[in-house]
């Protein structure tokens, strides 16, 4: 490993201290090798979506053209391969995530169907008038709306946890939060703005003391942290696939088995079915009660090829990189770009969003996107918690394993020559 040419000798001491192959890893991800406005594109949006290996590509293309066939309810070859493909992809996913067993985990379209189905089958049945349901400050629209919805179809409130200034959130007022009325705590595992790690386990804990139910929105998370469902406590806990170099459009939903197997179905049609009359249909058992239709199998078996390929590259060291990445990042955004504000504590997990004084997020976007730098800049689906930073818009530069210390550099760089011009 070289190193940077910019970096001062101190930034050298945060280098990961167990060796992780990045350039070898950078080379099984086809669209990191491309240039954009004749620069070589520099991906620091991955909290938005990651880019996928070819293995994972390779993975959907191989199910297309040799294994495609409907899940379930062949009586062929190429129905029990495809089958055989699903339900492997899904033992394997559950087991990466720390399900007891491979029935727990539901295949939904991502995070955001995840939370939409809880609310909508749980929320509806737990949650009535003057009924009262917990969330922090600082969760992605789609940790908000859905349980908006169901308090105004149901007649129950919201109560919303608030956020020391350093982007942690305010303990001591969840649990003044918690009371007989709770019905569900519904909170992000990691904020995809302040990067906050959330102590989901204290927290479950304490939700269930008042007999809750504990939703977590893992979507930043299981890209950034090694998670086991069943140790955090979550009753139901959900991510998207295309965040966890995997394809879009799958994701998973994890429900305890007693939970799901009381759970009414959310969509009703084939495949969640046991026996249908005109008088009265029997549900088939998790999860197939909650997979009506045909699913996105070709996108189920991307993600478990996704998972593999974490597993293999090795997870730790990964997660070892991008944490010693984020805090280089963190540092030289500090000490190198006159008047650039961080939010939140990063916590290592990814995310190192900032405003440059009172220039305009959109703008710091396209200079650094014409410098090939692709970030994000906007409300990144979290008004509320930009609002209690007394912001409308922010940049955020996102980083995973395959992003390396140079890459920071040629942000700093870039920044520092478009701050000048801005
Ligand atoms: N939750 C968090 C914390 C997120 O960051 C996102 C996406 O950015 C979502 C939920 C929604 O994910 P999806 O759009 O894949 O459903």
Request: aromatic share 6%; charged share 20%; glycine share 10%.
């Amino acid at each position: 490993m070289t190193r940077p040419p910019t970096a001062p000798t101190r930034y050298w001491l945060e280098r990961p201290a167990r060796f992780f192959p990045v350039d070898a890893v950078r080379a099984d991800f086809p669209a990191l090798a491309q240039t954009v406005h004749g620069r070589r594109l520099v991906w620091l949006d991955s909290a938005a979506t990651a880019h996928k290996p070819r293995q994972v590509i390779d993975a959907v293309r191989d199910f297309y053209a040799r294994h495609n066939s409907n899940v379930h309810r062949g009586a062929h070859t190429l129905a029990r391969e495809a089958t055989e493909l699903l339900e492997s992809a899904r033992a394997r996913i559950g087991a990466f995530v720390g399900a007891a067993r491979a029935e727990e985990i539901v295949f939904v379209r991502g995070a955001t169907e995840g939370i939409n189905l809880v609310a909508q089958t749980c929320g509806r049945t737990r949650v009535g008038p003057g009924d009262e349901i917990v969330l922090t400050t600082l969760e992605h629209h789609a940790n908000i709306v859905p349980w908006q919805m169901l308090c105004a179809e149901r007649g129950a409130r919201l109560r919303v946890v608030p956020l020391h200034d350093d982007g942690t959130v305010d303990l001591a007022a969840y649990l003044g939060l918690l009371g007989p009325r709770t019905r569900i705590v519904a909170l992000a595992h990691t904020s995809n703005v302040l990067g906050t790690v959330l102590p989901v386990r204290a927290m479950a804990d304490a939700a269930h003391a008042h007999g809750a139910v504990v939703v977590v929105d893992g979507a930043q998370a299981v890209p950034h942290l090694r998670v086991d469902v069943t140790a955090l406590g979550a009753d139901f806990y959900t991510f998207s696939g295309h965040k966890l170099c995997g394809p879009t459009g799958i994701g998973v939903l994890y429900g305890r088995t007693e939970l799901l197997e009381e759970l009414p179905p959310w969509q009703g049609g084939g495949s969640m079915i046991a026996s249908v009359t005109f008088e009265h249909t029997r549900y088939a058992p998790p999860p197939q009660k909650f997979e009506a239709g045909t699913e996105h199998i070709a996108g189920a078996v991307g993600l478990g090829a996704a998972v593999d390929y974490l597993e293999c590259i090795g997870l730790d060291a990964a997660h070892g990189h991008e944490k010693a990445l984020v805090a280089y990042a963190r540092r030289r955004l500090t000490d190198d770009v006159p008047g650039l504000r961080l939010l939140g504590p990063g916590d290592g997990v990814g995310v190192c969003t900032f405003v440059i004084g009172a220039t305009d997020p959109a703008r710091v976007a396209d200079a650094l996107d014409t410098a090939g730098i692709a970030v994000r800049a906007g409300h990144h689906c979290a008004q509320p918690v930009l609002r209690r930073y007394g912001l409308t818009a922010a940049v955020r530069a996102s980083f995973a394993f395959y992003n390396t210390h140079d890459e920071v550099d040629l942000l700093v760089q870039a920044l520092r020559t478009a701050t000048r011009r801005l």
